[in-house]
């Protein structure tokens, strides 16, 4: 339907940013997105093969996910209706629903594009199901975080979860290289300010354009060419795509401590410094490093606990910023320690056997007998005391009568563990040695 300003000439002479204007009109024109609109990618391949379901589509912000359900409805002849879960409720869901019964009954299909479709409840996401069943509506919804986590599993059993990347820098660049040519005139930027401008979109196609847009509009024809210093100057330097709250919390913590597990200091340590720079809670990080330190390290430095520990300390007293260097010396210092998870593991083979025998009583030779009737029953009967020995080992069993000898800690041949290894080794020879 025709509007005023289209019927009066206004739409097309009314100025139009530059992301607007650039906007793709066919799924070819989306950039850094090959393995879902490629030649051979997932969605070119459901459009061929003429069967459309609904579909969830994954992705950090400004990598071409409303564009692409967009530019799905018109290749599908569907009825495009967007929905935003921020600003949409229960009767915004269920007028959208009457639309789409209405349009099915007349032959036409509806695909209803919901944006940050995780900010939805479980009951509201519930409401999609049997619409989606019957067929009313083609259900895209958009997300940044993880689906997984955030939909409910009966939506994602009936729907196609499409994976987006992040835009790399050969797409950023493309679409700097597309804005040129939609302005008629090259950025006026040297190559270290055109570098510096990609960086500062973080893979965020949307944000690039906009920026270059910025230095187009604040650097007329004839101005003298920016440096990254004046592009600095220009441009506000956008936030890291990292939201302590959410998805990227779990997963630059899980990029940090798998670093540190990896041994390798210097990615720890930018994995660290993302996280500080995002504002990360530093008692959350501090907690995470002892967790390192017992579970990745354990016994092979008995250093590594107390050093992290020691961080934790330190940032307490001396607070934000300089307590900070505390935690990154502790990441470098387990970083660089011997690795082990023996005592991890012993710990999860000690508990899990513990769970499956119930509450075996000790053997009677280890117990006190504090009364006449307990030593009368056995207690203490047969004790070694082990001091009284020549090697200071008695070799008896502790395990309970009913169950044999177990091991749970194997220490590796690597840092203090290695020395352990020898003593437990030691022990064992004595024990066969005494008969225990």
């Known amino acids: ?112 594009f919901i944006d940050e479709i995780h900010r939805f409840n479980r009951s509201q996401q519930d409401s999609f199901l049997p619409h989606m069943e019957d067929g009313t509506i083609t259900l895209v919804g958009a997300t940044t975080e993880n689906p997984s986590f955030e939909l409910n599993a009966a939506v994602l059993s009936r729907a196609v979860v499409l994976t987006f990347n992040r835009l790399d820098d050969a797409a950023l660049e493309l679409l700097l290289l597309r804005a040129e040519a939609e302005e008629k005139r090259p950025l006026p930027l040297d190559a270290d300010a055109r570098e510096a401008l990609r960086a500062m979109a973080d893979g965020d196609g949307r944000t690039i354009i906009n920026l270059a847009d910025e230095v187009f509009a604040s650097l007329p024809v004839g101005a003298k060419t920016a440096d990254r210093a004046a592009l600095t100057k220009l441009v506000q330097r956008r936030a890291p795509l990292y939201d302590k709250s959410r998805d990227g919390h779990y997963n630059l913590i899980s990029a940090l401590h798998k670093s540190v597990r990896g041994s390798d200091p210097d990615a720890a340590l930018y994995w660290l410094c993302r996280m500080l720079d995002g504002g990360e809670d530093r008692l959350f990080l501090a907690r995470r490093i002892v967790r390192m330190a017992v579970e990745d390290i354990g016994l092979a430095d008995p250093q590594a606990v107390t050093q992290a520990l020691a961080a934790k300390d330190v940032f307490d007293f001396l607070g934000s910023p300089e307590g900070e260097l505390a935690l990154a010396q502790a990441v470098i210092y387990l970083a660089t320690a011997p690795k082990s998870n023996a005592a991890y593991k012993a710990y999860g083979a000690a508990m899990r056997v513990a769970k499956e025998h119930g509450s075996l009583a000790p053997p009677k030779h280890i117990l006190n007998a504090p009364t006449k009737l307990m030593a009368e ?60």
Not at 73 to 80: D, H, P, R, S, V
Not at 90 to 103: G, I, T, Y
Not at 396 to 418: I, N, S, T, V
């Open 1 to 112: 339907m025709t509007n005023l300003f289209e019927a009066a000439g206004l739409e097309k002479s009314a100025p139009r940013p530059l992301a607007d204007r650039l906007r793709p009109t066919t799924l070819a024109e989306v950039v850094g997105q090959d393995h879902i609109v490629g030649s051979d990618g997932t969605l070119t391949r459901l459009l061929k093969s003429g069967r459309v379901p609904s579909m969830i589509l994954w992705g950090p912000p400004g990598c071409g996910k409303t564009t692409i359900a967009r530019l799905l409805a018109n290749e599908t002849k569907l009825e495009f209706e967007q929905l935003s879960a921020i600003f949409s409720g229960v009767q915004d869901l269920r007028k959208a629903f009457e639309r789409a019964k209405l349009r099915r009954e007349q032959g036409k299909g509806t695909l209803l």
């Open 377 to 436: 029953e056995g207690y203490g009967e047969g004790y070694a005391y082990d001091h009284d020995t020549a090697e200071g080992f008695s070799g008896q069993d502790y395990f309970p009568d009913e169950m044999r000898r177990q091991q749970f800690y194997d220490p590796p041949e690597r840092g203090f563990e290695r020395e352990i290894r020898k003593r437990l080794a030691y022990w064992d020879g004595l024990r066969k040695k005494k008969g225990g």
